[in-house]
């Protein structure tokens, strides 16, 4: 121990110092920005909160107004959002906030669904957008991301804002409103999994905007996808559609700050692949998540799962341990490469240490053979330091390998009391 004591203390010194550094347990306790309650966005983040709950750490989910406010809140580094669901489309005001602020960058983690623009509205039938000119029309909640991209509609249809009577009303007072005849159209954008889009396709008199010019749309703005709700697939024993209806549809990126803890980066991947790989009534099984049409730089962690699935030893050990030594092993290497080359002076050094035991009592049988020589030294007292000696060197333990070096030193003592015996 005393002559591997130093390098083990070098070795523990160099594992706390890596895994101060890396870092490699994720925390506890993450905050997901989701949006309204009843929406899309909250009832995946009940789900991606009882996936991580498998692995000990608690998801507290933040109800929001939408896409936009989620940006701001994750830009804003005062605020304690870790992650957030963001529309596509909302990546112009991610750099207008990045320009202005300077705030910590954001990284996505893939495109987890298909958040398709659904336009009710009562009355007449529309054959283009441009009809709704001069209607009624609740382009949703400030903070969501349906006010911008009804904007941008509006321009691809050479319309100005003010050509429909705006308001900003939440989801549940905007149907109110438009049962009552308050609105002639409201605009939503969710997936289909929000009880009001499921709600509305199932109420008699209310009609959905069909995108007929839906490839034009995709081709106008890249993160628009023309995609086609199929026939029956709210109520097949109603037909409910009773046929086919073209939409248009952005896609939803679950986005975090660029710091991250990597393992929560991949826990969330791993969930996002578990909740969202399933059929829908858009988007086929598989089809999502996945790396596309994302409008923010692709986590390093996100970007290896895409590339190779879950980590290896992830596939074998309990995540824990498989995370600590996915963080570590650069470090484990690096900690051994350092070692050996030390270790080579170990063996030499313990030698030295045990040999040391017997090679310091030649100092005093020395002294005691120098004494001798002088005239009228006692030698009775000499012989006494001599039996005194012996009986030290009795009492050294060395290993059998190195006994040799302990009986020589004995038979020294013999020797130097063979020379004194006749005095």
């Known amino acids: 121990m005393a002559t591997m004591g130093p390098f083990i203390l070098i070795g523990v010194a160099l594992l706390v110092g890596a895994w101060l550094w890396l870092d490699p347990t994720p925390p506890r306790h993450v905050v997901l920005a989701t949006g309204p309650e009843g929406s899309a966005y909250a009832q995946f983040g009940k789900r991606y909160a009882a996936e991580l709950r498998r692995y000990g ?23 304690s959002i870790d992650f957030g669901f963001v529309q596509g489309g909302s990546g112009e005001a991610a750099a207008q906030l990045d320009q202005k602020e300077g705030e910590t960058p954001l990284v996505s ?9 659904w336009i009710f ?15 009624r029309v609740n382009v949703g909640p400030r903070g ?13 249809n050479l319309m ?22 308050e609105l002639d159209a409201m605009v939503l954008v969710s997936a289909p999994e929000s009880q009001m889009v499921q709600m509305l396709l199932q109420t008699p008199g209310v ?21 086609v709700l199929p026939r029956g697939v709210v109520d097949l024993a109603r037909d409910v559609p009773p046929r086919e209806e073209p ?21 969330f991947v791993q969930a996002g692949a578990r909740i969202h790989s399933d059929a829908g009534w858009i988007a086929r099984a598989g089809q999502f998540p996945n790396a596309e049409r994302t409008e923010f730089p692709l986590a390093a962690e996100a970007a290896r799962y895409y590339r190779n699935g879950p980590p290896f030893l992830q596939r074998y050990l309990p995540f824990w341990l498989s995370n600590v030594i996915d963080r570590m092993w650069v470090a484990l290497f690096s900690i051994v490469a350092v070692l050996i080359p030390l270790s080579r002076i170990v063996p030499p050094l313990y030698r030295l240490r045990v040999r040391s035991k017997v090679f310091r009592w030649y100092r005093h049988l020395r ?7 002088e005239k009228g030294a006692p030698a009775k007292e000499l012989l006494e330091e001599l039996d005194k000696l012996e009986a030290r060197a009795a009492r050294v333990a060395v290993p059998l390998a190195y006994a040799e070096e302990l009986y020589a030193l004995r038979q020294h003592i013999d020797l130097v009391r063979a020379r004194l015996s006749p005095r």
Do not use: C
Request: proline share 6%; charged share 25%; aromatic share 8%.
């Open 144 to 156: 969501s991301g349906a006010p911008g991209l009804t904007t941008r509609l509006l321009a691809a």
């Open 57 to 79: 750490i608690e998801v507290q989910l933040q109800p929001t107004n939408g896409s936009r406010e989620n940006l701001r809140m994750l830009h804003d580094t005062k605020k």
């Open 247 to 267: 939409l248009i549809a952005t896609t939803t990126s679950l986005v975090t700050r660029e710091g991250t803890h990597p393992a929560l980066v991949q826990l």
């Open 160 to 181: 100005e804002r003010d050509d429909i009577v705006r308001s900003n009303l939440e989801d549940t007072p905007a149907v109110q409103a438009l049962f009552a005849g």
């Open 109 to 117: 983690l893939g495109s987890l669904f298909y958040e398709p623009v």
């Open 121 to 135: 509205y009562k009355g007449k039938p529309l054959k283009q957008f441009a009809q709704v000119k001069g209607w």
């Open 207 to 227: 009609k959905l905007f069909e995108f007929m010019q839906a490839e034009a749309y995709a081709r106008r703005y890249p993160f628009i996808s023309p995609v």
């Open 367 to 373: 002294r005691i053979e120098e004494r001798s020589e």
